[in-house]
């Protein structure tokens, strides 16, 4: 059997080893030291916030935000149906009911127009959202000028999800900038990886360090334990900020290399019947997280199963679109605003191996793959 290719394994700097036994020279190794705190400067530096707290994982740093923000019971929280359930996990956390929302077949990414005609009538009837949450799907930006203009006019809050979205442009900014919070992950399968890890930012002191406490179980400033109000064990490791930190000295050539990888595909199999490729949005550059394609069968293109069993046969990974969450069993009851276009791109999407570390004849070998499938017919 060939060897392996996976879909996005980490793909280590070489600086990774220095930086940790930097740690452990200081010994601290717990959730605190510099360590840490110069990974937070370090995602400040290529974000543009001005505050930013290193957390276990983007979820938690959603789940923080959504606490802060005074989330109840009962509140409304929307967001992108087409995305990963760490995202939406957290409305769940706080017993809030999640909204979910199509994307624009333009940029996979919460369509501006649902939410504008759904935010205006929820004005009308009161019942207006705690907070909105958009997704920057797969490294590409949502449309956020727009949706922050929009949720400004009625005061909700915004929470970009972007998890997937480190080292992405949105027009002259990086994506998440702008917005109350923004959440990013650095889980061993992101385009850099602190090996598990996450991070809530902004541009609100007085918030980050609300966060920084409520991630440390809350304890009040005191010899003793003192605790007012509960908390979460959601702070980072800082033997992960050491592996963060020399992760992110290479997150331009990181997605330097992702982009690269994506026009090679679309190079070599974009003449092929019936395929297509996730659009980039004129407002910014993506970092091609991942490389996916779209096949319609009625065009020729064999179905994105028969598609990834051929790749699994030779040892090559591949995955399906995220599957909508309005489509789960676990949000069966949730509202929902549109969702054909997600639905379609569930049924029609394929993500391809896009790691960094892939040698060019690990490319070649995918191409000739998946070419084969149509040789194949149908």
């Known amino acids: 059997m060939s060897e392996r290719i996976f879909l996005s394994p980490p793909h280590m700097s070489g600086r990774e080893r220095e930086l940790v036994d930097e740690v452990f020279a200081s010994n601290y190794v717990a959730p605190a030291g510099p360590m840490i705190s110069r990974f937070e400067a370090a995602i400040g530096a290529v974000t543009g916030h001005a505050h930013v707290a290193a957390l276990a994982s983007g979820t938690a740093a959603i789940h923080l935000a959504l606490r802060l923000i005074g989330v109840e019971t009962g509140d409304e929280v929307w967001t992108s149906s087409l995305t990963f359930i760490g995202g939406v996990a957290p409305i769940l956390y706080e017993r809030a009911q999640p909204v979910f929302f199509d994307v624009s077949p333009d940029t996979w990414t919460m369509d501006v127009g649902l939410l504008t005609a759904a935010m205006d009538q929820a004005a009308k009837t009161g019942r207006?959202?705690?907070?909105?949450?958009?997704?920057?799907?797969?490294?590409?930006?949502?449309?956020?000028?727009?949706?922050?203009?929009?949720?400004?006019?009625?005061?909700?809050?915004?929470?970009?999800?972007?998890?997937?979205?480190?080292?992405?442009?949105?027009?002259?900014?990086?994506?998440?900038?702008?917005?109350?919070?923004?959440?990013?992950?650095?889980?061993?399968?992101?385009?850099v990886t602190s090996s598990g890890g996450g991070a809530l930012a902004s541009d609100d002191g007085a918030l980050i360090e609300r966060a920084?406490?409520?991630?440390?179980?809350?304890?009040?400033?005191?010899?003793?334990?003192?605790?007012?109000?509960y908390g979460y064990n959601y702070r980072l490791s800082a033997l992960c900020a050491a592996v963060g930190v020399g992760q992110l000295e290479v997150l331009g050539e990181r997605v330097a290399r992702r982009r690269a990888i994506f026009e090679a595909y679309r190079a070599a199999l974009g003449d092929l019947p019936g395929i297509g490729f996730m659009p980039e949005a004129a407002y910014g550059q993506a970092n091609r997280w991942l490389s996916i394609v779209t096949l319609d069968e009625a065009q020729g293109a064999p179905s994105p199963e028969r598609l990834r069993l051929a790749l699994e046969a030779?040892?090559?990974?591949?995955?399906?679109?995220?599957?909508?969450?309005?489509?789960?069993?676990?949000?069966?009851?949730?509202?929902?605003?549109?969702?054909?276009?997600?639905?379609?791109?569930?049924?029609?999407?394929?993500?391809?191996?896009?790691?960094?570390?892939?040698?060019?004849?690990?490319?070649?070998?995918?191409?000739a793959i998946v070419r084969a499938q149509w040789e194949r017919g149908a």
């Open 128 to 191: 207006l959202p705690r907070a909105v949450i958009p997704v920057d799907l797969y490294g590409q930006s949502c449309d956020l000028g727009a949706i922050l203009a929009l949720c400004a006019r009625y005061d909700v809050p915004v929470i970009v999800d972007s998890a997937e979205a480190i080292g992405v442009r949105y027009k002259d900014r990086h994506a998440g900038k702008g917005a109350l919070f923004a959440a990013y992950s650095f889980n061993g399968n992101k385009i």
């Open 314 to 367: 030779e040892n090559i990974e591949a995955r399906p679109v995220w599957k909508p969450m309005h489509m789960q069993p676990v949000f069966r009851d949730a509202r929902r605003i549109g969702g054909a276009v997600s639905e379609k791109l569930f049924a029609g999407g394929l993500c391809l191996p896009s790691g960094t570390a892939m040698r060019e004849d690990d490319l070649a070998r995918i191409v």
């Open 212 to 229: 920084r406490m409520l991630s440390q179980q809350a304890r009040e400033p005191a010899a003793h334990y003192e605790h007012e109000i």
